[in-house]
């Protein structure tokens, strides 16, 4: 196993008049608030005040002092933000035409000069290619370019195949886009194809600017890595090209941006923690490294007061919460934004981990402290991963665009929004959470090609629209002893929005009954389950089943159609609930969810310790090394007392020293746990 380092740090935010000696005097402040990573913003507009003037006096500076200091940089490339003097774009942080080729070449001559000028500073540790990369790209002439390009591609350069989709018939894939309203996906009759090849588009389009900005640092500098951090990662961002899994192939790891004001308002507040654990959980699955090399590349540090979603000002808890939740999914760096603040503008004198007289806070001084633990135990850290995954969540690439075209809304409780499918995943995730277990995400090309391990768990939330591929692979995964859980319209149609018999026959083998029927309800109902005298909550989609061959009927429409039905195919188990199940936990969870779902599950694994009495308010988080287990208590409630047990007999003590407690194989062992605390034990095997 590979040794790291967990290590703790902050953006320096350089404002446009901040003097060398200002810098200096922050990575001053930094080291001495045991902070070992500073991530930094290079901005165009900063380096280059007028065209061909160049000025990095405060960069260097913050590098020299983090070389001098021990500390790390990682400077975050702003090619896409063109500068004020060319009066592309209304401020700093926003994106240009970069499909334009002479604005483009442009932007890639500044990386070039980043790059040589700091290439070879001891304290520079890895670029970042693009802050929170994401883009709403407009129909402009050399966007649609651009689109022609991607088509010709996609569809081997044969229209007559294009033209068998779309509703408007071109001659040539130069026609494409000279009508007033290309790219629109605003009109409901409007060819789903059409829309959805610009949603394909756009991701495309990202990753390929991604991958220009690579291959130019590359040019120059070859011996760091790079990585990107994109953002609302719980929420469907394929409208603005964002699908982490693509990203993931064009850098070397994964960071993510962690801003509950921003990232978590589709949770409910009390589930904020549990958001910051999802975003590291799909970092940590979806990262390239092959050691699972991820970054918590940016977390919020500071108070909001205008700018973000919600205002909010984290407390000492909230952080120390956030970052032991990131730390136990396995992240390798915590990265706050922001260590200073802005001075000005959007997000002026908000986010900062440094109050308004330039001292640390109380939010500092405790990602401080949790710094400093790491510190004293580094030996204990350095070599102790998270457990696998106990469940797996499919995130459905096809079924998330679907979603944008069909979608309505955006609220939480309103079953069609357009986050629907993200917001099934996220109901899956806190489901999960809630049952203790450990959770990994895969999406749909990933399990076509790499499959996952014999007997896993897979759950497949709001998987309305899936590849034919993907279909064979679950009812692989099946027939070799896995277990699959689907819910709602699962495979109804293919990722271009057309009904799918091909995929109908093979669903309907794998959950043994055909699907008869599809409906709709506005108003609750419930599914009557066979054999108990409980029932399950309904919500939006009635599906009705029919010619039940193999399957086991668990539960039913209220007239007695068949809708939850259990298979068994091969070694595995297939189990299909007829209502959208996992999208309705997110917004109002309930226990007869919860505990349908256990019932449904295969034991969890006991090669692990485990938390007996887990639920939304009470987590354990573990990381496993050798011959020992660093048990993270999370506790977000009153007084509790959390339950453990232990598949090997062993030494259980507080971190930070104290009374040794005795652990016997298969027993349980009870730990005191006051509110709002975390408390960190080590289990010695």
Same mark, same amino acid.
């Given at each position: ?5 967990i ?5 320096? +935010?350089?404002?446009?008049y901040?003097?060398?000696?200002? #810098?200096?005097r922050w990575v001053e !402040? ?6 070992s990573?500073?991530?930094l913003?290079v901005?165009?507009?900063h380096?280059?005040?007028?065209e061909g003037v +160049?000025d ?7 590098f020299?002092a983090?070389?001098?200091a ?6 975050t490339?702003?090619?896409?933000s063109?500068?004020g003097w060319m009066?592309?774009?209304g401020g700093?942080q926003?994106?240009?035409n970069?499909?334009?080729p002479?604005f483009?070449?442009?932007?890639l001559?500044y990386?070039?000069r980043? #790059? ?5 500073s001891?304290?520079l540790?890895?670029w970042?290619?693009?802050n929170?990369p ?6 402009v002439p050399h966007?649609?370019a651009a689109?022609r ?8 350069d ?8 779309y509703?408007?018939?071109?001659d040539?894939?130069?026609?494409i ?7 629109s996906t605003s009109?409901?009759?409007?060819? +789903?194809v059409e ?6 588009f756009?991701?495309?389009n990202?990753?390929r600017?991604l991958?220009d900005?690579?291959?130019?640092i590359?040019?120059?500098d070859?011996d760091?890595?790079?990585h990107?951090n994109p ?7 394929l409208?603005s090209g !964002?699908w982490?899994?693509?990203e ?8 993510c941006?962690s ?5 978590s ?15 590291a959980d799909i ?6 490294d ?5 970054w918590?590349?940016?977390?919020q ?16 808890a909230d952080i120390?919460?956030?970052?032991w939740?990131?730390i ?7 990265v706050?934004w922001?260590?200073?603040t ?7 004198g ?5 109050d308004?007289r330039?001292e ?7 990602? !401080?402290s ?10 204990l850290?350095?070599d ?8 797996w969540l499919?995130?459905s ?7 944008l ?8 409780d309103?079953?069609r929004?357009?986050q629907?499918n993200a917001?099934?995943?996220a ?21 076509r090609?790499?499959g996952? &391990? ?10 309305t629209?899936?590849a034919? !591929? ?11 002893? @896995?277990t699959?859980?689907?819910d @709602?319209l699962i495979g109804?149609k293919? &990722? ?6 091909d995929?109908?026959q093979?669903?309907?083998d794998i959950?043994g009954?055909?699907l008869?029927d599809?409906?709709?309800?506005? #108003?609750?109902?419930?599914?009557p389950l066979?054999?108990r005298?409980?029932?399950l909550?309904?919500w939006?989609?009635?599906?009705a089943m ?8 668990l539960g039913t429409?209220?007239d007695?159609?068949?809708?939850v039905?259990?298979n ?5 188990v297939?189990?299909?609930?007829g ?13 007869s969810?919860l ?8 034991p969890?694994s006991q090669?692990t310790?485990?938390l007996?009495n ?5 987590r354990?988080?573990v990381?496993s090394g050798p ?7 999370l ?14 007999a ?10 040794a407690v005795?652990?016997r ?12 605390? #975390?408390?960190?034990m080590?289990?010695?095997?």
């Amino acid at each position: 196993m590979v040794q790291r380092r967990i290590e703790i740090g902050s953006q320096l +935010y350089i404002n446009k008049y901040d003097t060398p000696k200002q #810098v200096r005097r922050w990575v001053e !402040q930094m080291k001495q608030c045991d902070l070992s990573v500073i991530r930094l913003f290079v901005q165009w507009g900063h380096v280059e005040p007028k065209e061909g003037v +160049y000025d990095f006096a405060a960069y260097d500076a913050c590098f020299d002092a983090a070389a001098s200091a021990g500390m790390k940089v990682v400077p975050t490339l702003m090619a896409v933000s063109p500068p004020g003097w060319m009066r592309a774009t209304g401020g700093s942080q926003d994106v240009g035409n970069i499909d334009c080729p002479a604005f483009w070449e442009k932007a890639l001559r500044y990386v070039d000069r980043v #790059v040589e000028r700091y290439r070879s500073s001891p304290s520079l540790h890895s670029w970042i290619l693009w802050n929170e990369p994401s883009r709403t790209i407009k129909p402009v002439p050399h966007s649609i370019a651009a689109f022609r390009e991607y088509l010709r591609q996609a569809y081997g350069d044969d229209i007559a195949r294009l033209n068998r989709l779309y509703h408007r018939q071109y001659d040539s894939f130069d026609q494409i886009g000279q009508d007033a309203d290309a790219g629109s996906t605003s009109l409901e009759f409007k060819g +789903y194809v059409e829309k959805l090849d610009w949603i394909r588009f756009t991701g495309h389009n990202l990753c390929r600017k991604l991958s220009d900005i690579r291959r130019r640092i590359a040019d120059i500098d070859r011996d760091h890595p790079v990585h990107v951090n994109p953002h609302s990662v719980a929420q469907n961002r394929l409208s603005s090209g !964002q699908w982490v899994w693509d990203e993931a192939k064009v850098v070397d790891f994964l960071g993510c941006s962690s801003h509950p004001v921003w990232h978590s308002t589709r949770f409910a507040p009390e589930r904020v923690d549990h958001s910051v654990a999802y975003f590291a959980d799909i970092m940590r699955s979806a990262t390239p490294d092959k050691n699972g090399l991820f970054w918590v590349t940016e977390l919020q540090g500071g108070s909001t007061l205008f700018s973000s979603m919600r205002s909010y000002s984290p407390s000492p808890a909230d952080i120390t919460h956030w970052m032991w939740e990131s730390i136990g999914s396995g992240a390798s760096a915590v990265v706050f934004w922001c260590f200073n603040t802005r001075s000005g503008g959007y997000e002026g004198g908000e986010w900062g981990l440094l109050d308004h007289r330039q001292e640390p806070s109380e939010r500092l001084l405790a990602a !401080q402290s949790v710094a400093r633990t790491l510190r004293r135990h580094q030996e204990l850290f350095s070599d102790a991963r998270p457990r696998r995954p106990d469940i797996w969540l499919l995130c459905s690439e096809s079924s998330f665009a679907l979603g944008l075209v069909e979608g309505k809304g955006y609220a939480t409780d309103d079953p069609r929004n357009e986050q629907m499918n993200a917001d099934a995943v996220a109901g899956a995730y806190l489901m999960c959470a809630d049952l203790g277990l450990e959770i990994g995400f895969i999406d749909e090309q990933t399990l076509r090609s790499s499959g996952l &391990p014999a007997g896993a768990v897979l759950l497949a939330p709001s998987c309305t629209a899936l590849a034919d !591929q993907t279909v064979a692979a679950m009812k692989k995964l099946v027939e070799t002893g @896995g277990t699959l859980i689907a819910d @709602g319209l699962i495979g109804f149609k293919d &990722p271009d929005g057309f009904i799918s018999p091909d995929n109908k026959q093979a669903l309907d083998d794998i959950f043994g009954a055909e699907l008869a029927d599809a409906g709709g309800m506005d #108003v609750p109902f419930t599914l009557p389950l066979a054999g108990r005298r409980s029932r399950l909550d309904g919500w939006f989609t009635r599906c009705a089943m029919a010619n039940v061959r193999r399957a086991k009927v668990l539960g039913t429409l209220e007239d007695g159609r068949p809708a939850v039905v259990k298979n068994s195919l091969g070694k595995g188990v297939a189990v299909r609930i007829g209502t959208t199940f996992f999208q309705r936990y997110l917004s109002k969870p309930t226990k007869s969810h919860l505990a349908f779902l256990k019932s449904m599950l295969p034991p969890a694994s006991q090669a692990t310790v485990r938390l007996a009495n887990p639920s939304s308010r009470l987590r354990l988080r573990v990381l496993s090394g050798p011959g020992h287990d660093v048990l993270i208590f999370l506790n977000r409630g009153g007084p509790a007392r959390a339950t453990i047990r232990s598949p090997r007999a062993g030494e259980l003590r507080p971190l930070d020293g104290g009374k040794a407690v005795a652990v016997r194989k298969g027993a349980a062992a009870s730990v005191a746990l006051a509110r709002d605390e #975390v408390k960190l034990m080590v289990l010695k095997r």
